[in-house]
Nanobody, 128 residues
Framework: QVQPVESGGGLVQAGGSLRLSCAAS????????MGWFRQAPGKEREFVAA??????????NYADSVKGRFTISRDNAKNTVPLQMNSLKPEDTAVYYC???????????????????WGQGTQVTVSS
């Protein structure tokens, strides 16, 4: 079992950058698929980025809206999953959640319903 805890949110101007971090406890952290999702006011939760467990290659997947701007990675030594966000836009404003799932592989990697453990979220606000 892992418990994700997000940090690094804040207020930034359009075009700027932020780096979110997800710290997850658990001895088997490297085997978990990890994902970032976001939810803006009045909107449904949506997929941002995810990567598979290390044993399956740390393969990544991104939502089209963030591809080329955001980068997800994993540091197994620190049990963290950073999300580097560049060229931020006002439409990136949302609460960002980190999630983990025990089921590995690429199956429905962007489906938030397949994730078992969630953090409390961190607010990201991008001003125009």
């Amino acid at each position: 079992q892992v418990q994700p805890v997000e940090s690094g949110g804040g207020l930034v101007q359009a075009g700027g950058s932020l780096r979110l971090s997800c710290a997850a406890s658990g001895r088997t952290f490297s085997s978990y698929n990890m994902g970032w999702f976001r939810q803006a006011p009045g909107k449904e939760r949506e997929f941002v980025a995810a990567l598979t467990g290390t044993w399956s290659g740390d393969n990544t997947n991104y939502a089209d809206s963030v591809k080329g701007r955001f980068t997800i990675s994993r540091d197994n030594a620190k049990n963290t999953v950073p999300l580097q966000m560049n060229s931020l836009k006002p439409e990136d404003t949302a609460v960002y959640y980190c999630a983990a799932r025990a089921r590995g592989g690429y199956w429905r990697l962007g489906d938030w319903g397949t994730y078992d453990y969630w953090g409390q979220g961190t607010q990201v606000t991008v001003s125009s």
